[in-house]
């Protein structure tokens, strides 16, 4: 079975604080995702990567940035959290061509007052 | 805009009937589509997959896709109430590598 985790089940930090989201995989797949969930929106993908070091803007890149120095593990970093980052983040992974199907992680709700 | 339209529901259906949820997609080039189950608070989790034109069935499920009229459903035979959930749809859409687009989703209600 597929084993994506993530670094915390909720999150609550402070207007302006650097935050670091991290999922990790153990089944050495090479596409990582990050998106978020909002009531009404559906899931938006922040960002993607397809290998180490390579990193893909989503819809909605503006405010994140993301760090793959690592197979396994790719982080999301929001600079300057704002309250409008109050959401369901959530990780995904999938494997090469072919294989397009994407298995979560159990997400992060982060609250930003 | 690539977009894949569900409606939000609720669908409420009586335990031990077929629910029927439907989505459709922009995109006629289109390859992979699936289905997955959300539960409140929970991460979508994968039910399954198709790729070709028909009907696929795993279990109590039933995905069917039509390309020529965009659209693909899941059936859901013999419904019971842990099956009261959100359903998302999501397409990979030509051209967009390993990405896919999901729609917002369908909550489904089965009732005792």
């Known amino acids: 079975d597929v084993k994506v985790t993530q670094s915390s089940r909720y999150l609550v930090k402070r207007t302006g604080e650097k935050v670091f989201l991290e999922c990790v995989q153990d089944?050495?797949?090479?596409?990582m995702f990050w998106y978020r969930q909002d009531p009404g929106l559906g899931l938006r993908l922040i960002y993607f990567?397809?290998?180490?070091?390579?990193?893909e803007k989503g819809d909605i890149p503006e405010g994140y940035s993301v760090s793959r120095e690592k197979k396994e593990r790719f982080s999301l970093i929001l600079e300057s959290a704002s309250t409008n980052q109050t959401s369901m983040y959530l990780c995904?992974?999938?494997?090469?061509?072919?294989?397009?199907?994407?298995?979560f992680g159990p997400g992060t709700r982060l609250t930003v007052l | 805009q690539k977009e894949v339209e569900q409606n939000s529901g609720p669908l409420s259906v009586p335990e031990g009937a077929i629910a029927s949820l439907n989505c459709t997609y922009s995109?006629?080039?289109?390859?992979?589509f699936f289905w997955y189950r959300q539960y409140s608070g929970k991460s979508p989790e994968l039910i399954m997959f198709?790729?070709?034109?028909g009907d696929k069935e795993d279990g109590r499920f039933t995905a069917q896709l039509n390309k020529a009229s965009q659209y693909v459903s899941l059936l859901i035979r013999d419904s019971q109430p842990s099956d009261s959930a959100t359903y998302l749809c999501?397409?990979?859409?030509?051209?967009?590598?390993?990405?896919?687009?999901f729609g917002t989703g369908t909550r489904l209600q089965v009732t005792l």
């Open positions: 999501a397409v990979r859409y030509t051209g967009t590598a390993s990405k896919l687009t």
């Open positions: 995904a992974t999938s494997g090469g061509p072919g294989t397009d199907t994407q298995y």
């Open positions: 995109d006629r080039g289109s390859q992979s």
């Open positions: 089944m050495d797949h090479e596409n």
């Open positions: 198709i790729y070709s034109n």
């Open positions: 990567s397809y290998d180490v070091k390579m990193k």
